[in-house]
């Protein structure tokens, strides 16, 4: 319980707290454990009684009114994380849990113990294993990588690629260009929609492209994680580039994808379609400015200005603006020199 009231004194974001909002927050303890858990703050130079405030009048008593000291607080934390450092096994790295909230570390500790205890039964593991068996190797829980937010830990404390996870994610659909399958730089496209999959698909053993992928919209985010499960090309140099809906909701997807991947827009497709009449619509979807301004880099001065001016104005530039001969003219004789 006494983690759990200093995460509520750092979470409170102020320097004084009553008796009363303490008695609120431990309502389920008795005041005998409540007034132990208190004074021991008190002997910890977390909280201090302000003397102007007054006591309950109750044995032992305490304060009316407290001042809460957030340095103590947050050293304590710290010490609390470099002892962990010390105890956890070598393999678990917890510096990034330095800059984050205190009730992330506590919610997390659980299972870093787990983990440990994992590690120390058999180091890391040599063989890949499926996201739900390996997420229940290592908590006891199938769920937890996939929907209690074990991925993230696993990424915080550095071992998700080293666990040989593979994702619980819809196959990637793509197509290869035979080609190219053993050159030692290669370059990927992925297409958000069908309508333009298909339309460039004839053309693809024409291209300097090892593959045409199909995004199937919002998925691609999650279904990339497959790319070499799916494509086990590892001594080649990979580059990714993609294409899309100019809207938010495309812009959206590019970036979120860009999160997973190393990826740029397939700019010869994109500023061929903001030459064209951009169509009216796509009024209610939500402007994410980080994903619009990441996107908006890759463009000439005046062309961010139109992608602007023409999202702001609730215009959108769709995939299926070009027709299927310029599609495929572009992807065969573009300049596909990645952008640093």
């Known amino acids: 319980m006494e983690?759990?009231?200093?995460t509520f004194l750092l979470n409170l974001k102020k320097k004084t707290v009553t008796l009363h909002e303490l008695e609120q927050f431990c309502s389920s303890l008795n005041y005998a454990t409540f007034s132990e858990l208190i004074l021991?703050?008190?002997s910890d130079n977390v909280l201090t009684p302000i003397k102007s405030h007054g006591t309950n009048n109750k044995q032992p008593a305490l304060g009316l009114g407290y001042r809460i000291h957030?340095?103590?607080?947050?050293?304590q934390f710290h010490k609390e994380l470099v002892a962990a450092r010390i105890q956890l096994h070598p393999f678990i790295r917890i510096e990034t849990y330095f800059n984050l909230p205190f009730e992330r570390w506590h919610?997390?500790?659980p299972y870093l113990k787990a983990i440990h205890a994992y590690l120390?039964?058999?180091s890391l593991p040599t063989t890949y294993?499926?996201?739900p068996e390996r997420s229940f190797e290592l908590v006891s829980n199938e769920k937890w990588i996939t929907e209690l937010g074990g991925k993230e830990v696993l990424e915080r404390i550095e071992l998700w690629g080293k666990l040989l996870i593979i994702p619980v994610a819809d196959p990637l659909m793509f197509a290869i260009n035979p080609n190219k399958?053993?050159?030692?730089?290669?370059?990927?496209?992925?297409?958000?929609?069908?309508?333009?999959y298909q339309a460039l698909l004839p053309v693809l053993q024409d291209t300097d492209f090892s593959t045409l992928i199909y995004g199937v919209g919002n998925k691609i985010v999650k279904s990339i994680e497959n790319f070499h499960h799916q494509y086990p090309v590892l001594n080649s140099e990979h580059s990714f580039y993609y294409f899309g809906d100019i809207d938010y909701a495309g812009l959206t997807i590019w970036?979120?994808?860009s999160k997973k991947v190393k990826i740029q827009p397939a700019l010869p497709f994109y500023e061929e379609a903001l030459s064209k009449p951009s169509p009216s619509g796509k009024q209610n979807q939500t402007r994410n400015n980080e994903a619009v301004g990441a996107f908006s880099s890759y463009f000439p001065k005046e062309l961010q200005q139109q992608i602007e001016q023409s999202l702001a104005d609730g215009m959108y530039y769709p995939q299926e603006i070009l027709q299927t001969n310029e599609l495929q003219t572009i992807w065969r004789e573009a300049n596909w020199m990645p952008t640093n």
Not at 3 to 6: D, E, W, Y
Not at 70 to 75: C, N, R, V
């Open 70 to 75: 957030l340095q103590s607080l947050q050293q």
């Open 40 to 42: 021991s703050l008190e």
């Open 107 to 109: 919610g997390d500790y």
């Open 181 to 196: 399958v053993q050159a030692t730089t290669q370059m990927h496209l992925i297409i958000e929609n069908k309508t333009t």
């Open 120 to 122: 120390n039964r058999q």
């Open 255 to 257: 970036y979120n994808l």
């Open 3 to 6: 983690n759990h009231i200093r």
């Open 129 to 131: 294993a499926a996201a």
